[in-house]
Antibody, heavy 120, light 109 residues
Framework: QVQLVESGGGVVQPGRSLRLSCAAS????????MQWVRQAPGKGLEWVAV????????FYGDSVKGRFTMSRDNSQNTLYLQMNSLRAEDTAVYYC?????????????WGQGTLVTVSS | EIVMTQSPATVSVSPGERATLSCRAS??????LAWYQQKPGQAPRLLIY???TRATDVPARFSGSGSGTEFTLTISSLQSEDFAIYYC???????????FGGGTKVEIK
């Protein structure tokens, strides 16, 4: 069965960096685009980024563009999110998700999420 | 940016009754719209994609309709496990700029 397991979350000071990982199993990882979606405490869902199956295209939400970088290692079935210059407003649960459809736009499987807290 | 507006913010429904949730896009998204269900402490779950196609293992009591700017998610006969928050999401734009609605909470009446 499809499994996505995020890791790397924690407490980090404003301005510092953090790298999230997402280990995928149960499907051919290299055939699918992937997304990161986040959810601030008590708030709704916010799209962060999408990456094409071969890593050739990456797109970011306006609030993270220039600070976050999404990448993948298809040989290790792993997705990454490098987060730099973190701000308090980046505090959220970060979900990785398998993407499908037009422009890899919707997510059919989600991980359980990893919490990132940006605080001094 | 395409803004997705969901209404109502909260709907109170008795078990067995029908619930109708609305989602409006600020510009046409064709049928590139998905619906998700989220329960407290859990990840979202895909219910509907392509505006009206049920995802794998989603019960038939969930149905989606609409195109362009107006969309509806209908739960025909609410079960106890359906009380949750529901989000719509558009994925029509190029370059990709996925946006979510603010959510509708379905609570027990």
């Amino acid at each position: 069965q499809v499994q996505l397991v995020e890791s790397g979350g924690g407490v980090v000071q404003p301005g510092r960096s953090l790298r999230l990982s997402c280990a995928a199993s149960g499907f051919r990882f290299s055939n699918y685009g992937m997304q990161w979606v986040r959810q601030a405490p008590g708030k709704g869902l916010e799209w962060v980024a999408v990456i094409w199956s071969d890593g050739s295209n990456k797109f970011y939400g306006d609030s993270v563009k220039g600070r976050f970088t999404m990448s993948r290692d298809n040989s290790q079935n792993t997705l990454y999110l490098q987060m730099n210059s973190l701000r308090a407003e980046d505090t959220a649960v970060y979900y990785c998700a398998r993407a499908n459809g037009l422009n890899h736009g919707y997510c059919d499987y989600w991980g359980q999420g990893t919490l990132v807290t940006v605080s001094s | 940016e395409i803004v997705m507006t969901q209404s109502p913010a909260t709907v109170s429904v008795s078990p067995g009754e029908r619930a109708t949730l609305s989602c409006r896009a600020s510009q046409s998204v064709s049928n590139n719209l998905a619906w998700y269900q989220q329960k407290p402490g859990q990840a979202p779950r895909l219910l509907i994609y392509g505006a009206s196609t049920r995802a794998t293992d989603v019960p038939a009591r969930f149905s989606g309709s609409g195109s362009g700017t107006e969309f509806t998610l209908t739960i025909s006969s609410l079960q106890s496990e359906d009380f949750a928050i529901y989000y719509c999401q558009q994925y029509n734009k190029w370059p990709p700029r996925v946006t979510f609605g603010g959510g509708t909470k379905v609570e027990i009446k």
